[in-house]
């Protein structure tokens, strides 16, 4: 799958671009742990291989994996609300297209702006 990806392109923002979709959809049907403990050992040493901060990308794959989560249409966290909260899983699913939107426009943020996730982790000496 690493020659795979490579295959498609060498620019790094066009695979982060592609590997964003990618885990935004591994995120609406698997639970972020596992799609992690399978992914993460595959994709992380060809981003690394490309100059990508091993913290920056384990970040970006967490936030996609987390907000797949919330998303249509095995969305875990839209059933554990529907059931706490009374309302419809279909209800749920409108009411959270606005926050989902921005949601995106965060993880493209984080993704192509290294500093706004990194700052912090480079202050405490956690990346380079």
Do not use: C, Y
Not at 64 to 80: D, I
């Amino acid at each position: 799958m690493a020659a795979w990806t490579l295959s498609i392109s060498e620019n790094p923002l066009i695979l982060l671009f592609l590997i964003n979709i990618l885990l935004f959809i591994v995120g609406m049907f698997l639970d972020a742990g596992p799609a992690i403990i399978i992914l993460g050992p595959i994709l992380a040493p060809v981003f690394v291989s490309l100059g990508i901060d091993p913290v920056h990308f384990a970040i970006i794959m967490s936030v996609n994996l987390t907000v797949g989560l919330a998303t249509p249409p095995m969305g875990l966290v839209l059933f554990v609300a529907s059931s706490v909260s009374g309302v419809k899983v279909e209800t749920l699913s409108r009411a959270i297209l606005p926050f989902l939107a921005v949601e995106v426009a965060v993880i493209f943020l984080i993704t192509f702006f290294p500093a706004l996730s990194m700052t912090i982790p480079q202050w405490l000496g956690l990346a380079q």
